[in-house]
């Protein structure tokens, strides 16, 4: 980073300027050669600008600002996309706590899920649960996007080590995305866990019959009934999501970002931000992230509806009959086939452009706001 300064005004007199004066040899300054063109450029405007580089943050401070710029993306986006989330969760899910056996889907379309939610809890029923989304998504994608950078400058550091071209470039290898990018996954994950449970019970418990009263009070239950490793149930299935998830997504999204940076292809549709250098605009932005956001999707989607049968088979399966992850997979396959692993994966893919899309242009938007470094990277 640089930052412009004004130019002190010369207090030297005219008749005592000492850089054209003989030095002790006879021989004229070193600098005699260049007086003509200082001159012009000291005597005209006064307060010409000069530029002086601008000493980083504070590693505390910088730090914050990475948490900061993350947890607020990733609570916009959760936010916005929190009615096609909880349809998502009640397609998954509700083979395992419906009452009809001949019925295991929420609805007959995601239309008219759309529609049963709202008729048996109206509008705002859409956004049931965000509250406890929220809470877990800031330090979520905070601590995600923080390792992330922090991993990157690691990893790019020794890039030597990932690179599998040797032509020079200042972008992180591929590699090196995949590893930060799973290695912030898994932490975030076992991190903040608890409250994704929370929120899974609190987003698929049908009207009339609640049994927590908030976020405070499934804590206290569900500690109780099933002891603190009752927090974690479904970890497995999680961190099977979490970790190909964001290695796949900060890859591709990292990968393509380079991509349309260089490419003159792009040239019309990249920002140029005051310093001069060229950033994705929101329209590529939408394309990286959604991109990015498709295929891990596609690759991890199962494993999610896994791992929220888990979650919530404690609250509504007898003890004898629940499952473990590949349990859960062999029954699904025997009783619904293919589809009943992929159940809800439409509303799921319509969420990752707005989804992606916002947590990413946010970030981004963030980071330039708060001058967030990034070790020279783009």
């Not at 916005?80 to 349809?87: H, N, Y």
């Not at 899974?200 to 239950?221: M, N, V």
Request: charged share 20%; hydrophobic share 35%; with cysteine.
């Amino acid at each position: 980073m640089i930052r412009r300064l004004t130019k002190p005004k010369s207090n030297t007199k005219v008749g005592h300027d000492t850089s054209t004066q003989p030095s002790s040899g006879g021989a004229v300054h070193e600098h005699q050669g260049h007086d003509q063109e200082d001159d012009e450029v000291d005597d005209g405007d006064d307060d010409d600008d000069c530029l002086e580089p601008i000493d980083p943050d504070p590693r505390p401070i910088s730090a914050l600002k990475h948490l900061f710029s993350g947890g607020i993306a990733g609570s916009v986006a959760k936010t916005v996309t929190a009615p096609l989330s909880r349809l998502t969760i009640l397609f998954q899910v509700h083979s395992l706590v419906t009452t009809k056996e001949n019925r295991p889907k929420y609805a007959t379309s995601y239309t008219v899920g759309l529609k049963k939610i709202i008729e048996r809890g109206g509008v705002l029923s859409l956004w049931k649960g965000n509250g406890t989304s929220v809470l877990h998504r800031f330090p979520f994608s905070a601590i995600n996007f923080y390792v992330y950078e922090n991993m990157l400058d690691i990893t790019t550091q020794h890039r030597h080590l990932f690179e599998t071209t040797s032509r020079p470039t200042k972008d992180a290898p591929p590699l090196a995305r995949m590893i930060s990018g799973a290695t912030a996954g898994c932490t975030a994950c076992v991190a903040c866990y608890p409250l994704d449970l929370v929120r899974t019970r609190l987003t698929t418990e049908l009207p009339g019959q609640e049994y927590y009263k908030g976020i405070t009070d499934a804590f206290a239950k569900i500690v109780k009934s099933e002891g603190f490793m009752g927090l974690y149930a479904g970890i497995g299935p999680t961190l099977f999501v979490a970790v190909p998830n964001f290695a796949i997504s900060y890859t591709v999204y990292g990968t393509l970002k380079e991509y349309v940076l260089d490419d003159d292809l792009f040239y019309n549709l990249r920002k140029v931000d005051v310093d001069g250098q060229e950033t994705l605009g929101l329209q590529l932005t939408l394309l990286c992230g959604a991109a990015s956001g498709i295929l891990s999707t596609l690759v991890t989607f199962p494993f999610d509806t896994v791992r929220r049968r888990m979650q919530i088979q404690n609250l509504h399966v007898p003890v004898e009959k629940r499952l473990s992850g590949v349990g859960q997979i062999r029954m699904l396959m025997q009783n619904e086939g293919i589809r009943g692993i992929y159940r809800g994966l439409t509303p799921e893919l319509i969420k990752v452009v707005p989804m992606v899309g916002t947590m990413f242009t946010v970030y981004e938007f963030l980071k330039v706001q708060l001058n967030v470094e990034t070790g020279g990277r783009r």
